[in-house]
């Protein structure tokens, strides 16, 4: 494992620790903690690209995180991007990432794009970590720095929140958790207390519409379901997966931009080895305008000017063609 340098060697910095865009609640946990790391010699901002999710606006509410949308970051000299690896990422911010001078580091677990964000000395990606907060977790314990009860929760709540509340952990996750939980003094329940969103009623609507909307696919032995909503994609994927798809893919194109969530089911991914990072929303960029990247359980898209039912289409082909692989003569028809 490489980390950077060492957070202990980082003083009198004016530093902006960068999330993507649309930042959820672990790029928001892993910048508000290392933010706490850091502050302490340094100068800090948070810098979050165009908008915020809202669980991630809500946690940053209750654990006093105080960040700027799209801000100009001149005057910093140094920049840590987080929980991202792609250009696509970071909307309008991008340009004056690339123009800026100063020293800049990356850190991310999410399939490595072909983008190269900082110098490669400089860049840590880390696809099999479950969350970015992990790799904060790591980064503190590398550098003999003792976390305090406030970063200690934080880190404890991506992890939860990008482990799907440890559906996707393995034994370093639930380890650094049992150390997180114990440095906050917290119990597990109050970890998911802090995470709890009332979902607002348009939400609620929004992913009852994706199952009245929704295509339903048999892929082999894998149902495979889309559905174009008008948003909260990555809600309506999850919603779909929990009610019984083994693939989901839930996406809108309104005002010429093109947005789809995908998700995949434990069995899908282990029986038939499927990746939706690499096997479907990197390739969807070779037949639409945009980039896609993330997990094998959990990824997305994002476009311009193309319309979601075709996109949403494809993506079942590229599922089919993946599964195909272990699945010899897979057969695909729709319920109607």
Same mark, same amino acid.
């Given at each position: 494992m490489?980390?950077l340098?060492?957070?202990?060697n ?5 530093i902006?620790l960068i999330?993507?865009?649309g930042?959820?609640v672990?790029?928001i946990?892993?910048?508000g ?15 979050v690209?165009?908008h915020?999710?809202?669980p991630?606006?809500k946690l940053?509410?209750?654990? !006093? ?5 799209s801000?100009?970051?001149?005057q910093a ?7 991202f ?7 309008g =911010?991008?340009?004056a990432?690339?123009a ?14 072909s983008?190269?964000?900082v ?6 990606? $880390?696809? $099999?970590?479950v969350?970015?907060?992990? =790799? ?17 929760a934080?880190?404890?709540a !991506?992890?939860?929140a ?9 034994a370093?996750t639930?380890?650094?958790?049992s150390?997180?939980?114990? =440095? *906050?003094?917290?119990?597990? #329940?109050?970890?998911? $207390? ?6 607002d009623?348009?939400?609620?609507i929004? =992913?009852l519409?994706?199952? &009245? ?18 948003a ?8 779909? /997966? ?8 839930? !996406?809108?194109s ?5 947005? /789809? ?8 991914q282990?029986k038939?080895g499927?990746d939706?990072? @690499?096997d479907?929303f990197?390739?969807l ?7 896609? *990247? ?11 000017n ?7 289409l @494809?993506?079942?082909?590229?599922s &089919?063609? #993946? ?8 057969q695909l028809?729709e319920?109607?």
């Open positions: 490489r980390y340098i060492s957070l202990s980082i003083k009198n910095k004016n902006f999330t993507h865009s930042a959820d672990d790029a946990a892993s910048a903690a290392l933010s706490l790391i850091l502050e302490e010699n340094n100068s800090v901002q948070i810098a690209p165009e915020i999710a809202i991630a606006k940053a509410k209750k654990a !006093g995180i105080n960040y700027k949308i801000p100009n970051f001149g000299d140094t920049i840590i991007l987080l929980d690896n792609s250009w696509d990422m970071v909307g =911010m991008a340009p990432i690339k800026f001078s100063g020293k800049k580091y990356l850190v991310d677990h999410h399939t490595k794009s983008d190269q964000l110098p490669s000395k400089n860049t840590w990606v $880390e696809a $099999e970590a969350a970015t907060c992990i =790799m904060i977790y790591n980064w503190a314990k590398s550098s003999k720095i003792a976390l305090g009860k406030e970063a200690a934080l880190l404890a !991506g992890i939860t990008d482990s799907a509340h440890f559906l996707i952990a393995d370093n639930f380890l650094a958790m150390e997180l939980l114990r =440095m *906050g003094e917290n119990k597990f #329940s109050q970890i998911l $207390e802090f995470l709890r969103v009332e979902r009623f348009s939400e609620k929004a =992913m519409k994706a199952a &009245k909307r929704s295509r339903i696919f048999k892929l082999g032995n894998f149902i495979a379901v889309i559905s174009e909503v008008g909260f994609e990555a809600d309506s994927a999850n919603a779909l /997966i929990r009610i019984g798809a083994d693939l989901a893919f839930a !996406g809108n309104e005002n010429n931009e093109l947005k /789809i969530s995908g998700r995949a089911s434990q069995s899908v282990k038939a499927l939706l990072a @690499k479907v990197q390739p960029g070779k037949f639409f305008e945009g980039s896609g *990247g993330g997990h094998a359980g959990a990824a997305g898209f994002n476009g311009k193309a319309s979601a039912s075709k996109a949403l @494809k993506c079942v082909e590229l &089919k063609k #993946s599964i195909a692989r272990k699945v010899p003569k897979l028809k319920y109607t």
